[in-house]
């Protein structure tokens, strides 16, 4: 069992960054892909970013993709996602997710554990 929580959510102006953090804890962390996700109302919870366990290999949606960065201190069983350039359209609840696999994922279903989210309001 993995305990997942967010923190760092917020409300930003268009262009502004925040830093998102995922804490861990429960079994080993370094034993689970992490990733972020996002969902906006009425929308479907979307994939953000993954990372291996190893934080060597990373993925992103095409949406974030060159504003946003994921990275991993094992030593402190935490997750973040660096949000940069940020815009209306990235308003949502943020996920961080947990999988109990060496293999990337990009779906929903793919994760075993999830956070509670965290709100993140971008206004123009």
């Known amino acids: 069992q993995v305990q997942l929580v967010e923190s760092g959510g917020g409300l930003v102006q268009a262009g502004d960054s925040l830093r998102l953090s995922c804490a861990a804890s429960?079994?080993?962390?370094?034993?689970?892909?992490m990733g972020w996700f996002r969902q906006a109302p009425g929308k479907e919870r979307e994939f953000v970013a993954v990372?291996?366990?190893?934080?060597?290999?990373?993925r992103y949606a095409d949406s974030v993709k060159g504003r946003f960065t994921i990275s991993r201190d094992t030593a402190k069983n935490t997750v973040y996602l660096q949000m940069n350039s940020l815009k209306p359209e990235d308003t949502a609840v943020y996920y961080c997710?947990?999988?109990?696999?060496?293999?990337?994922?990009?779906?929903?279903?793919?994760?075993?554990?999830w956070g509670q989210g965290t709100q993140v309001t971008v206004s123009s």
């Open positions: 997710a947990a999988r109990n696999s060496h293999f990337l994922s990009f779906e929903v279903k793919g994760y075993d554990y």
């Open positions: 429960g079994r080993t962390f370094i034993g689970y892909t």
């Open positions: 990372i291996s366990r190893s934080g060597g290999t990373t």
